[in-house]
């Protein structure tokens, strides 16, 4: 697992602040002098000592780590910095809030009660910095509880960073048509995918599983009005012990009335955060029923729904759907176990999460060979 | 649309089947009740568990998922929004003239030594600047005849003109398959041509049927086999047409079919058009009589199917329109018909149909079904009254049928039959065919028979590969 946030020492004002950090090894005329960069020379005894506009700091890492290129936020007064951006990899996501108005049963990262809104601004200046054409993603919590600041923050830097794309994951509870102009013009500039979840067909299910009355009719509502505004959108569906039999359902009413949407993701789920707690009622062995879930994707096949499966490993999917199968857990949590050894799909699997263990183990686990 | 919002109820249509009650909704979802439903239904007598089916079917609303009318509207408008001309197929008839005399040559052909049936230099300069201001985007472009293979020098200007004036491009030449010249081979050789063929059955119903001399017949089958050898299965299709030749012995038409390594057949009866006006006169208007060989025949497809893929092409197409929402271009099976949208003909002497049965009737001056030529172009006024007729969603004889969303309307067909398109539907080939297909078709699901709903996954997914997305049905 890769750390995203490191210990370091400051001598520096209190203010936290943004930077890249450069490596000055790396002779490069243009940026040599550029005011965002923090530039550090060598590496000793597994520090890193930092030049930059706001005075020097130490970033104490680990053996090998890469941190070139890198856009940082430091904060002084806690002693660290998070690398908000990581340019060696394709999975750079900002927590924008920890505050989220549903709790569903298998959360994998629980919401806080965290006022996160003066982090805004340092986000909005860490973005300028990314390298170019990256992909960010945006998620908490759910990040439109601050809808305005968020808006805000991706148009403000859409004048200069017309290249970056979001891939913002929301529950869709918190648009309203009044939206629709402001989304148009945004996208226009932008390109954003909006990632919503979506797990059963009736507001009884999907309600029960988000914790909160309503959700289901409001998001189908909002997936119109979001739809309208000519937005991409990827449904994400988490298959727990909850919704895994109405899966085949949920492929015809996405093909009846939602056919707009770009891609289904059908996910497995990360066994931490509420998922732990609720491992009774959210478990779900697909290798030992695999019967919805390749009943959903023959559905999908049939009916032209873009369908992908994320976080499967290949061994736990029918031979034929293993087209399906994205390499989609991020690369900071995902891990083999050694059950993959000798697995001749090992370099186009998606692994495992970091936090899964013999308790989550699904019975179908083997290398696959031929 | 707030008062729109207020509505609690949309159309729905029911059919008794199988003791059963089918009810679908507005854009062809379906449901199945008791037969005494609807009697509950206006009586406000339903379970909770049936209201919960009409909500799904989108025919009862509540106030909490408003989104069910706007999913309902949008459906609805995307089948039957009237979209922008956009020509992709078109078939040429580069000339009328024809080395057999089919007995129900529908177009009635030109003897092959008669003058005046073909197309001249001036056709060809008209149909480039035709197809100039159609400003195509892919095209495939069919000959048809007559036996478009007595021209190949047509044709190879045709297609050098087409190639010019599209974006990409194929071409289908159906050819009776009688001779094969080094001229046409030249043709068959292009990786961007088919051939389709008519084959009805064995020698002595092809010779019965189309060439009146064994011989001839044989030749046909040596050709097919030498096409099928040297370019491979993709190149080359063939369709039968059913008179009474092969009617009382599907079995037969169907053994050819698969030992000729077709992995589909389109059983299509005689039309009413042409030659077989006089011909195949009574057989063309005994429904029941096809009805009974299309049954008989899909039962001996079901068994074929437990060896091979195989498939009925116009059963597995209703198939498809009804569960894989597949749209189609069928242009007789379709609503809107939407004549001239996407296709049209262009007959020898440069005037335009909407469809080719459209051309054979006109040929036999029973009606002039023509909407323009290459020299004047389109008759829109012309073309709107066709259109205007070819809607079952306004029908007033089509509105009330539980089939209504996943049918079409053919009213060239009526028009061939009973001179007039404003007949009682019910009372029609097409309506009765087609009812019956449907009935086939949802008595299979209504009583979950799985032998035919595993055949009807296999032609969805075109393959031979189980699935168990019954879902798609109940």
């Known amino acids: 697992m890769i750390n995203l946030q490191l210990k370091a020492s400051f001598n520096t004002s209190n203010e936290p602040f943004v930077v890249r950090l450069f490596d000055n090894r790396r002779l490069n005329e243009q940026l040599e002098n550029d005011p965002s960069n923090a530039y550090f020379t060598s590496i000793k005894n597994d520090e890193l000592i930092c030049t930059s506009q706001f005075g020097k700091f130490t970033i104490y890492i680990n053996e090998g780590i890469n941190l070139h290129n890198d856009v940082v936020i430091c904060y002084p007064t806690k002693g660290i910095i998070d690398r908000f951006f990581r340019s060696d990899s394709r999975h750079n996501t900002i927590l924008f809030t920890e505050k989220c108005d549903e709790r569903c049963v298998m959360c994998s990262q629980p919401p806080k009660e965290i006022d996160n809104t003066w982090r805004f601004p340092l986000f909005e200046e860490a973005l300028l910095l990314v390298k170019e054409n990256s992909v960010i993603g945006i998620s908490g919590g759910e990040p439109t509880l601050y809808k305005k600041q968020l808006l805000d923050m991706i148009e403000a830097v859409s004048h200069k960073r017309p290249d970056i794309s979001y891939h913002i994951l929301s529950n869709c509870q918190h648009l309203v048509k009044e939206d629709i102009q402001r989304l148009e013009t945004i996208q226009k500039k932008t390109t954003i995918t909006w990632g919503i979840p979506l797990y059963a067909t009736s507001s009884e299910q999907h309600d029960l599983i988000v914790g909160k009355p309503g959700a289901f009719n409001r998001l189908i509502d909002n997936l119109f009005i979001l739809a309208s505004t000519g937005a991409t959108i990827e449904l994400r569906t988490v298959l727990t012990g909850l919704n895994a039999v109405e899966l085949p359902k949920l492929a015809m009413f996405i093909s009846n009335h939602i056919p707009f949407i770009s891609i289904w993701a059908i996910m497995a789920m990360e066994p931490i955060g509420f998922a732990k707690a609720n491992r009774e009622k959210v478990f779900f062995d697909h290798t030992i029923f695999p019967h919805p879930l390749n009943s959903a994707l023959d559905i999908c096949e049939i009916r032209n729904v873009n369908v992908t499966l994320y976080n499967f490993p290949r061994c736990t999917i029918a031979e034929k759907n293993r087209k399906y199968c994205a390499q989609s857990i991020s690369d900071w949590k995902n891990k083999f176990i050694p059950e993959c050894n000798g697995c001749i799909e090992k370099n186009s699997c998606s692994g495992f999460f970091e936090w899964y263990n013999k308790k989550w183990s699904w019975e179908g686990i083997q290398k696959i060979t031929n | ?474």
Request: proline letters at 3%; charged letters at 25%.
């Open chain 2, 1 to 474: 649309m707030s008062d729109f919002l207020s509505n609690k109820y949309s159309p729905f249509r029911f059919r008794e089947l199988s003791n059963h009650i089918l009810v679908t909704n507005e854009i062809g979802d379906f449901d199945v009740f008791p037969t005494d439903i609807l009697e509950r239904f206006f009586n406000d007598q339903l379970t909770n568990d049936e209201v919960n089916q009409f909500k799904n079917l989108s025919i009862i609303f509540d106030n909490d998922s408003k989104w069910r009318l706007s999913s309902l509207l949008r459906r609805v408008r995307k089948e039957t929004e009237s979209t922008q001309r956009k020509i992709n197929y078109i078939m040429l008839i580069p000339t009328l003239r024809c080395d057999l005399s089919c007995s129900y040559c529908q177009v009635s052909r030109a003897p092959v030594n008669s003058k005046g049936f073909d197309w001249t230099d001036s056709h060809l300069a008209k149909f480039e600047s035709f197809i100039e201001q159609l400003e195509l985007d892919h095209v495939k472009i069919e000959f048809q005849g007559g036996e478009p293979t007595l021209r190949t020098d047509l044709l190879k200007k045709i297609i050098q003109i087409t190639e010019k004036h599209s974006t990409s491009s194929e071409f289908v030449v159906c050819s009776n398959l009688t001779t094969i010249t080094p001229e046409i081979e030249e043709l068959y050789e292009r990786d961007d041509l088919v051939i389709s063929t008519s084959i009805d059955g064995s020698i002595s119903t092809m010779t019965e049927n189309r060439t009146s001399s064994d011989d001839i017949s044989q030749q046909i089958f040596n050709n097919f086999q030498y096409i099928l050898k040297k370019y491979g299965p993709s190149k080359i299709s063939a369709l039968p047409t059913i008179t009474e030749a092969q009617i009382d012995n599907p079995k037969q038409l169907l053994d050819i079919y698969v030992d000729l390594g077709f992995q589909s057949i389109f059983l299509r009866p005689v039309n009413y058009m042409g030659f077989a006006r006089k011909q195949h006169r009574t057989l063309s208007q005994q429904v029941e009589r096809w009805n009974n060989f299309y049954t008989r025949s899909l039962d001996l497809i079901k068994d074929i199917n437990k060896t091979q893929y195989f498939d009925e092409f116009y059963t597995s197409l209703v198939i498809r329109k009804i569960f894989s929402k597949e749209p189609n271009g069928f242009v007789d099976f379709r609503s809107p018909s939407r004549f001239l949208n996407d296709t049209c003909v262009i007959d020898f002497d440069g005037e335009i149909y909407p469809s080719d049965e459209a051309r054979m009737l006109s040929r036999i001056r029973h009606i002039d079904l023509s909407v323009g030529n290459l020299e004047s172009g389109i008759n829109e006024d012309k073309l709107s009254v066709l259109n205007d007729g070819g809607i079952n969603q306004f029908h007033e004889d089509c509105i009330h049928c539980a089939y209504m969303p996943h049918c079409g309307i053919d009213i060239i067909d009526d028009i061939s039959r009973y001179k007039r398109f404003d007949v009682i539907k019910q009372e029609t080939w097409f309506c009765n065919k087609q009812l019956f297909l449907f009935d086939f078709i949802f008595s299979k699901v209504i009583t979950k028979d799985k032998e035919w709903l595993d055949l009807f996954l296999r032609w969805m997914k075109r393959s031979t590969t189980p699935s168990n997305a019954y879902d798609l049905f109940l």
